[in-house]
């Protein structure tokens, strides 16, 4: 079985930064793409930003040139570096995985929030 644990979530004023980490566990060998998506109350969940594993990145217009996301294929790990955060950056942010089987997993997910 496979798991994504997230954390780095927190409390932040705006203006600053938080680092979001996934480390994958369980029976897996890699995986395709990892990612983040974001849920704010009452929004539908939205992409923030995705990677492959040789590195190609996508971001969500509303972070791009704010957040970088990053991955270390040997750990399964992918992360986030949010900065000059803002109070609509606040949600719930989830980890996303698809391995090279095709098969999706999910994170439990972080609670960011900015505010002052």
């Known amino acids: 079985q496979v798991q994504l644990v997230e954390s780095g979530g927190g409390l932040v004023q705006p203006g600053g930064s938080l680092r979001l980490s996934c480390a994958a566990s369980?029976?897996?060998?890699?995986?395709?793409?990892m990612g983040w998506y974001r849920q704010a109350p009452g929004k539908p969940r939205e992409l923030v930003a995705m990677?492959?594993?040789?590195?190609?990145?996508n971001y969500g217009d509303s972070v791009k040139g704010r957040f970088t996301i990053s991955r270390d294929n040997a750990k399964n790990t992918v992360y986030l570096q949010m900065n000059s955060l803002k109070p609509e950056d606040t949600a719930v942010y989830y980890c996303?995985?698809?391995?090279?089987?095709?098969?999706?997993?999910w994170g439990q997910g972080t609670q960011v929030t900015v505010d002052s």
């Open positions: 996303n995985a698809v391995s090279s089987s095709y098969t999706t997993y």
């Open positions: 369980g029976r897996i060998l890699s995986f395709n793409v």
């Open positions: 990677i492959s594993s040789g590195g190609s990145a």
